[in-house]
């Protein structure tokens, strides 16, 4: 329909442009895939198709997580971030290539991409510098959950986040305290619940607000900023709404399906549908949850929208017929996103259309580093806009989506705003309720460290943090006479413990105990209580073939 | 008679007599006017005008309140550490104790990892039936996790008269337990009717925290409370109560010393969780500025865990906190040590030894900063000095209480006297005193300790041994009567009968673990070897996609 020599050129003439900070009546003319000119009366060139756009609004869109760019693209949404994730064991860099791989030749719109971090030995820090310094990537995400797997200790979180701060990324988490997980799956199994409903039966809010809140402490301490993917419930959003009232660098992602619908439907009889909402953190079957969720979005509490579009057929769902902990997590929401928001935060009140742009695609590219190549209508920036109708009304479906899953979790929702027109990469993608979208057009879109939304605060404290300790004299007073643990000389991090208040086995040497914590037995120490023995001093007891440590010779 | 029986067990006469009249008798729940007159260590008689025998010895209350006496939940005397014990001994504690007003304490039997627990409790046993001048109960410290310990945990509650149990979150490589270890004990005590106790700090964090102060040089007891800021206590309480939740078990959190751990348990307790907090005397009354003093052994003497807030707004929060019933329970943590055993740690702070006093001080100390300003009343402070203590150790009313058939231990408390805390004069053998210096308003005047005075006119008339070991039952009302059975049900539906999609590798036949996982984003990977190793096998990526079969369905296996 239109010509393939106009489609690099195109002129919006009469929209309204909506950013997140104002909003102003211009013309827009874009011409290789960048917006050159904004304004009244533009001098453009002859040929130029163009878009009468009156009454409509035109804005930006940058999508967060997962693959599905024409059902994105179809939603409005015109650029995605998609998570890497690497086997545990497997080369970040190779898993970066391989993924890479397949979104450039899949890509309808320009991607970026996450990198999780699945596992953590010190080795790993060169490939992050390498991703962060030569391939754009400047977040990566840890597991506090899927134990034995993904999931990370807090030790190693704290050495991830460090890692993560000093290169100028943003560390962004699955907030579920996978231990209890764990405890509570095999709980519920052993209760004979093996449907959906022990998805979120074995998932509490709570677990995912203490993940949540551990994080946070651990962001706080390391000094590094922190992005929570997935807030599902009123809790977590809790508490970081808390956290950020403290000061702490926070961000909190609510996605499509924790703002559109709630979690009474694991309940449902009907298997398949049960099964079509599992993901993690699960829904709350609080069904007041979107609505809370909406609010704190509107006031700024949480900033970022997702959709951790991850849908599987039912086919694949059914792995886990028999235990709900084997079914495939993942829902849809990458198409209805945009619209969801529209009707439930801007048609109610709760938020105005700039702050709209800002949850939807700004403030994503700020805290990504792309603004305001992405996520702003602007002279310069990316020509990926939308005209987007605020009277458009239509009904979610599975059947009219552009999801290939049989199911939607948003099933029947009516919702008010939608796309009339997409342009992406200076093409126009969506018009008159028709897809033309070319595989393999998305653009690996890179990123650079330390982005200014979120590092100035960062680097301000850097500064004050310096921590300096109190000059006093030498203590020349007495020294119990006890047999004291020499130090050991490298102060290798997380092993040095402060004994405190232990009826302390004087040569024990905690310094190497902390490579086996399980299945320590009392006889473990013998052979190093006899080494360090050397150590006491004479008038500890020499004649004593023992510790003068009570506990352990009752046994004898 | 009321002399140091330096030798073998005092037995209580039948001539045991006292009665305290013209008192103002005030418990936790109301304050009336009545003469007290007990016999045998409990009070047989409440009321005016009581017909007792003749000859009996009575003290004249002159309308000063009575009290029951204080127990001090939280004490580590004669504790052994690194071959040496902490300076006061159960004697020398306990004679502290009384002498503020506190007339049982309950003092933590601490395992060493791999040992016996039930040889540990008999130990303690030993030591404190030899020296302790007042009635005891011991909570005893679940250090390592396995079978054998579940086994004693459960003697330790049916035979041996033990309800409460301390699990810790920090010391890493030591003490810490895994959040699972956390879940399994909390599962065990709510099932058993015990009740948790946490030393909650976040163990990991400190460590690393540890680990950077001293490579940055900070080698002095700052280092302490720098390594360990109180967003790690503020995390592990809420970890605590998460898990706690999730058990369905009572939790109770020792040495509250900070204002964000504080209000997590308050958030907690209004969205109903079964929760206790236990600020001590130290957080109570002092705060944590003093690690940065110039004086090396003044500094370490602050050192406990959690440290001293250096909020200086922090005691007076906690009071208000405990005034309002948010924090229910207070202890003192004594753990003297003296300046030579602090120096143990004079290179690097993470070998100073923890803990500090404040057995002495607790009574006045709350009095002073909590009734005396207004925050709390008579009744209150009753309630979180010695009350709420008896309620869930499940020996109310035998204990916390002035009512007939109660034990006679009770305070004549003297609202007008003021003295000045000073190690000078303070009853523990260690040389500094946290509090030095503190002018306190109210004290005990008369102390009575089963049914006998030990305190009179300033004079401490104490006598080792004479304390017994109190058994405490498990399932206090306190806490179990809102400790309720969830039931969980599952949905009655017909049998999937749909096509599944084809999952490459071989199921481990045994479901059982808790490694099972459902992996996000990848429909095909073999969790449950994989659970196996940390690494498994690399398998390229590329063979995800083999697991969706072309056709998506070839695969269809008919299930029921």
Request: charged share 20%; aromatic share 8%.
């Amino acid at each position: 329909m239109y010509n393939s020599l106009t489609l690099d050129r195109l002129l919006i003439k009469g929209a309204k442009i909506v950013n997140d900070d104002q909003s102003f009546c211009a013309d827009v003319y874009m011409e290789d895939g960048v917006i050159k000119q904004i304004g009244e009366n533009l001098i453009v060139p002859g040929g130029v198709k163009t878009i009468d756009a009156h009454g409509h609004r035109g804005m930006t869109s940058a999508d967060d997580f997962y693959h599905g760019t024409k059902a994105a693209l179809a939603g409005g949404t015109t650029m995605i971030i998609d998570h890497v994730v690497p086997e545990p064991g497997a080369s970040l860099l190779s898993s970066f290539e391989q993924w890479r791989e397949w979104a450039d030749s899949k890509s309808c719109c320009d991607y970026s991409l996450h990198m999780d971090i699945t596992e953590w030995h010190r080795g790993l820090q060169d490939e992050m510098e390498t991703l962060v310094k030569d391939h754009g990537v400047n977040s990566f995400l840890v597991y506090l959950v899927y134990k034995d797997l993904f999931q990370l200790t807090d030790s190693q979180v704290y050495e991830v986040f460090s890692v993560i701060r000093d290169l100028g990324a943003i560390a962004q988490v699955h907030a579920e305290n996978g231990d209890i997980v764990a405890e509570e799956q095999r709980r519920i199994l052993s209760q004979g619940i093996t449907g959906p409903e022990g998805h979120v039966l074995s998932r509490p809010e709570e677990v995912e607000a203490e993940a949540v809140n551990r994080s946070v402490t651990v962001a706080n301490q390391t000094n590094c900023p922190l992005y929570v993917t997935k807030v599902m419930s009123k809790s977590a959003a809790d508490v970081i709404a808390q956290a950020r009232k403290r000061g702490t660098v926070v961000y909190g992602e609510p996605i499509s399906a924790s703002l559109g619908t709630d979690g009474s439907h694991y309940w449902s009889k009907n298997w398949a549908k049960a099964a079509a909402f599992v993901t993690s953190p699960p829904l709350s079957p609080d069904p007041t949850t979107p609505d809370y969720l909406n609010s704190l979005l509107s006031c700024g509490d949480l900033q970022v929208t997702g959709s951790a579009h991850c849908p599987f057929n039912t086919s694949q769902r059914a792995v886990g017929k028999d235990d709900f902990t084997l079914i495939p997590e993942g829902v849809n929401g990458t198409e209805e996103r945009l619209a969801l928001i529209w009707d439930k935060c801007v048609v109610t009140g709760k938020m105005d259309e700039n702050q709209f742009v800002a949850v939807t695609s700004t403030n994503a590219a700020k805290i990504f580093n792309l603004y305001p190549r992405k996520g702003r209508i602007a002279v310069g920036s990316d020509a990926d806009l939308v005209l987007w109708d605020p009277d458009l009304t239509h009904i979610i479906s599975a059947k009219s989506h552009n999801s290939t899953v049989e199911y939607n979790i948003f099933e029947g929702t009516e919702v008010r705003g939608g796309p009339l027109v997409v342009i992406s990469q200076g093409k126009i993608v969506l018009e008159e309720g028709t897809l033309h979208v070319t595989e393999g057009t998305g653009r690996y879109v890179p990123r650079k460290p330390f982005p200014d939304y979120v590092y100035k605060r960062i680097k301000a404290r850097s500064r004050l943090a310096e921590l300096r300790g109190v000059p006093r004299g030498l203590y020349d007073g007495p020294v119990c006479d006890v047999t004291v643990t020499p130090k050991v000389m490298t102060p290798v991090s997380s092993t040095k413990t402060s004994p405190a208040k232990q009826p302390n086995q004087p040569s024990r040497n905690l310094h190497q105990s902390g490579f086996s914590l399980s299945g320590a037995q009392i006889d473990d120490n013998i052979p190093r209580r006899n080494t360090s023995r050397v150590v006491a001093p004479p008038g500890a007891g020499p004649t004593s073939p023992r510790d003068p440590v009570p506990f352990c010779s009752l046994r004898a | 008679n009321h002399g140091n029986a330096a030798s073998g067990k005092y037995r209580i006469s039948c001539s045991e007599r006292l009665l305290i009249k013209g008192g103002r008798i005030v418990n936790d729940d109301q304050s009336f006017h009545a003469d007290i007159y007990m016999e045998d260590g409990h009070i047989k008689q409440i009321g005016d005008n009581l017909i007792v025998p003749g000859g009996v010895k009575t003290v004249e209350a002159n309308g000063k309140m009575v009290i029951p006496g204080g127990i001090d939940i939280h004490t580590h005397l004669q504790m052994p550490y690194r071959g040496t014990t902490t300076v006061d001994d159960f004697g020398q504690g306990t004679k502290a104790a009384l002498a503020g007003g506190t007339t049982m304490i309950v003092d933590h039997v601490i395992p060493e990892p791999g040992c016996s627990l039930v040889a540990a409790f008999d130990q303690w046993r030993q030591w404190a039936d030899e020296k302790s001048c007042c009635d005891y109960s011991l909570h005893v410290d679940i250090t390592h996790w396995n079978d054998s310990v579940q086994q004693e945990v459960e003697a330790l509650i049916k035979e041996k008269g033990v309800n409460s149990f301390q699990v810790y979150m920090a010391y890493k490589d030591y003490y810490q337990m895994t959040n699972s270890e956390l879940y399994e004990v909390f599962t065990f005590l709510g099932e058993r009717g015990g009740i948790a106790q946490v030393h909650a700090e976040n163990g990991e964090i400190i460590a690393e925290e540890q680990a950077r102060m001293l490579q940055m040089g900070i080698t002095g007891p700052e280092g302490h409370v720098l390594s360990r800021p109180e967003e790690l206590e503020a995390e592990a309480v809420f970890r605590a109560v998460t898990i706690a939740s999730q058990t369905n078990c009572p939790l109770y959190v020792t040495r509250v010393m900070s204002k964000s751990a504080a209000d997590i348990i308050s958030l907690a307790r209004k969205k109903g969780n079964v929760v206790f907090g236990e600020p001590i005397a130290a957080s109570l009354g002092t705060d944590g500025t003093h690690y940065w003093s110039k004086n090396w052994a003044k500094a370490a003497s602050f050192v406990t865990s959690p440290p001293l807030s250096p909020d200086p707004t922090t005691p007076d929060y906690l009071h208000t906190l405990l005034s309002s019933g948010d924090l229910s329970i207070t202890g003192s943590a004594h753990c003297t040590f003296s300046v030579a055993q602090k120096a143990i740690g004079k290179d690097d702070f993470t070998q100073i030894p923890e803990g500090v006093n404040g057995v002495e001080e607790r009574m006045a100390l709350i009095w002073d900063k909590a009734v005396t300003t207004g925050k709390m009343d008579e009744n209150m402070f009753v309630a979180v000095t010695s009350t709420n203590a008896a309620k869930i150790l499940n020996l109310y009313p035998r204990k916390g209480r002035i009512a007939v058939g109660s034990d006679a231990d009770l305070v004549i408390w003297d609202t007008d006297a003021v003295r000045t805390v000073t190690a000078k004069t303070h009853n523990s053998a260690a040389e500094y005193n946290i509090f030095e210096g503190l002018e306190l308003r109210g004290a005990p005047q008369v102390v009575v300790c089963q049914g006998k005075i030990v305190l009179e006119d300033g004079n401490l008339h104490t006598s080792s041994g004479v304390g017994r070991f109190i058994p405490c039952s498990p399932y206090p009302d306190f806490a179990y009567k809102r400790i309720k059975l969830a039931v969980l049900k599952a949905v009655p539906r017909g049998m999937y009968d749909g096509p599944v999609s084809e999952y490459s590798l071989s199921r481990g036949g045994t479901p059982s673990a808790s490694a099972r996982n459902s992996p996000t984003k990848q429909p095909v990977r073999n969790l449950h070897q994989s659970r196996h190793s940390r690494r498994p096998p690399i398998r390229p990526a590329a063979g995800r996609r083999i697991t969706v079969p072309p056709g998506g369905r070839s695969n269809i296996t008919s299930l029921s």
